[in-house]
């Protein structure tokens, strides 16, 4: 992005490379300093920068020039770039014409000449309007803006699907944002979110698979067939896909949402080998996927799996948009999701001020505000303390007597002792309140059942998890909760089921369809780790090597 510019105008040769000099000197490093030799070419290059979509902060203009006076050219210049500080250059003996151009031009300020020494008699006048430019300042943006409503589910879910993407963008809030109304104007009747690409192209609310293809996400397999098919990319997945490519497996990940799975909306996991001080799901997920990436794994994001097929020795998974991809072997590593709170309001206003997991996206709209987490494990936990920095308060609100189960120590100190973090006991939320966003909760104690109304805009839940295997239903087994079933767990009264085909035992973390493999939160007794999810994920490759032998 090019640096703003400051504008140094005289017609005499000499003060103006005198002055050039001086402003070069103290300003180029964060400014680019341009010269006219006239008030006439001065316009020009003002037109050109507008024409550019650049930006001016500073115009010191000479009073005296034969095409026109600086006032004049100020005046002029206004029309161009109104924010502009605008500073007259002038002899003793044009003190009267600057005083007037004070008011009539709305001239910042006027220098006498000769201006030496610059260290006290420029610089610090323009430094201070400098200064005072930089706080209205905002620099033009070239990557994808998205404009909407902070409390819209659309705007939330798309900020989320980009984020988690890693996909750059400005988020420009309609009830906050001046630019935002003046960029919305521009589409008066265009559904919200929008989303404007660098080139200009708007797109009103787009699904998410439309805007993957804009964003230049891949969302279809380049091969036919492929040694090894992994669904979901999570930490499980990546640690697969990585191991997989590497060690020389032709290999797609298939991802319904962004890599990084559940880890990828973690604030800080500070448990995981070799992050002394802690590492976000984020940073975490996006090297995994530029290490995955390097080894040549193909991933397809976002694309969801909806069935497997076996189909004699090959494994074949469908996907939502009717296609198929054919492999050897396939490994299921889709993690598990947010079991949802049952409570009167909270349907409605999800994506309102109600979220389920931590969204990174949203802490920062929460500053200087009351937020409640429900939940009383790690995720609960870290996410107290991520908002603990941005909001006014954070209450965690849950139903035993204090934190304990499902978190670690050290968490437990930290939320201790964070001042603006208080733990609400023995209570649950029972409804909540509001038309277009959360306004309202009201708690239970959960022993003398007495009920309270409070005011917050954010409610964070956290409560634990279901797996994600409805695809395999009557295909892999699963366990009553619907944990896939793998390895020594399959075995019935220490022998091997009817039904298992082969006249070997099923390997560690093979499912109950051999050459189906599974990793992760998924897996029935799963640590629900992001190390123990990479641990298997990487021993899984291991085993599809093991099987391929017999197989090719
Ligand atoms: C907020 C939070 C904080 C956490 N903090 C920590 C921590 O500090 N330390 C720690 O060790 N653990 C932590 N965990 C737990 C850890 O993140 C999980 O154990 C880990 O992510 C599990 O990895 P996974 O790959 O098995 O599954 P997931 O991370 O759940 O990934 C599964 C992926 O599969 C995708 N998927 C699901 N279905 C399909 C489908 N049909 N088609 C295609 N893709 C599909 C999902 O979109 C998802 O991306 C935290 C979890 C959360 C939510």
Redesign the pocket.
């Known amino acids: 992005m090019a640096k703003p510019t400051i504008l140094a105008v005289d017609d005499d040769p000499q003060v103006l490379n005198a002055v050039y000099s001086d402003l070069r000197r103290r300003f180029a490093d964060r400014y680019r300093i341009v010269r006219a030799d006239g008030g006439t070419s001065a316009l020009e290059a003002l037109r050109e920068i507008q024409s550019r979509g650049d930006s001016v902060a500073l115009i010191l203009s000479d009073q005296r020039m034969p095409d026109m006076s600086g006032v004049e050219l100020l005046e002029q210049a206004k029309e161009l770039f109104p924010d502009a500080r605008r500073v007259l250059l002038t002899a003793y003996a044009d003190t009267e014409a600057a005083i007037k151009a004070i008011n009539a031009v709305r001239l910042d300020y006027y220098l006498l000449k000769p201006w030496d020494p610059p260290e006290v008699k420029l610089y610090p006048t323009l430094d201070d309007l400098l200064e005072e430019w930089q706080v209205g300042y905002r620099p033009k943006f070239d990557g994808i803006q998205v404009i909407g409503h902070r409390w819209s589910p659309d705007s939330h879910a798309l900020k989320d699907f980009l984020g988690r993407n890693q996909i750059p963008f400005q988020w420009l809030d309609l009830s906050a944002d001046d630019e935002a109304s003046r960029l919305a104007t521009q589409s008066p009747n265009a559904r919200l979110p929008i989303v404007v690409l660098p080139d200009g192209t708007r797109l009103e609310n787009p699904d998410h698979p439309s805007l993957a293809q804009r964003v230049g996400l891949r969302t279809q397999a380049t091969l036919d067939f492929y040694d090894l098919i992994i669904?979901?990319?999570?930490?499980?997945?990546l640690a697969a896909a990585v191991y997989g490519s590497s060690e020389g497996l032709k290999t797609v990940m298939?991802?319904?949402?962004?890599?990084?799975?559940?880890?990828g909306?973690?604030s800080l996991?500070?448990?995981?080998l070799g992050f002394p001080g802690g590492v976000s799901?984020a940073e975490l997920s996006r090297r995994a996927v530029t290490q995955a990436s390097k080894f040549g794994v193909e991933i397809l994001a976002p694309?969801?799996?909806?069935g497997i097929e076996v189909n004699g020795p090959f494994r074949v998974v469908r996907l939502v948009d009717g296609t198929k991809i054919a492999g050897h072997v396939v490994l299921i590593?889709?993690?598990?999701r947010w079991r949802q709170l049952d409570a009167p309001g909270l349907v409605p206003l999800q994506g309102k001020g109600v979220y389920y997991?931590?969204t990174m996206q949203e802490a920062s709209l929460f500053k200087d505000e009351t937020v409640y987490i429900v939940g009383g494990a790690?995720?609960a936990g870290?996410?107290a303390m991520h908002f603990s920095a941005f909001a006014k308060e954070v209450k965690m609100v849950i139903r035993a007597k204090e934190l304990g189960a499902g978190m670690s120590d050290y968490l437990m100190e930290r939320i201790e002792k964070a001042p603006n973090i208080e733990v609400v006991s023995f209570t649950k939320v029972v409804e909540a309140h509001g038309e277009e966003q959360l306004e309202a909760l009201t708690l239970e104690h959960v022993e003398t059942g007495e009920q309270r109304r409070v005011e917050t805009t954010g409610l964070f839940i956290?409560i634990g998890a279901e797996p994600?295997t409805d695809?395999v239903s009557g295909t892999v087994k699963r366990d009553e909760k619907g944990f896939i079933l793998s390895g020594v767990d399959l075995l019935e009264g220490g022998k091997v089921a009817k039904d298992w085909p082969l006249d070997r035992d099923p390997m560690a973390l093979e499912t109950s369809v051999p050459g189906v493999f599974v990793?992760?939160?998924?897996r029935h007794g799963s640590m629900?780790?992001?190390?123990?999810?990479v641990g298997e994920?990487s021993t899984s490759i291991s085993l599809v090597h093991q099987y391929l032998r017999n197989v090719r």
């Open positions: 669904i979901g990319g999570g930490p499980a997945g298939i991802e319904r949402t962004a890599p990084g799975g559940q880890a909306s973690s996991i500070e448990n995981y799901g694309q969801e799996v909806c590593a889709t993690g598990v997991g931590a790690n995720s870290q996410a956290f994600f695809f990793a992760g939160d998924v629900k780790r992001v190390a123990s999810g994920g």
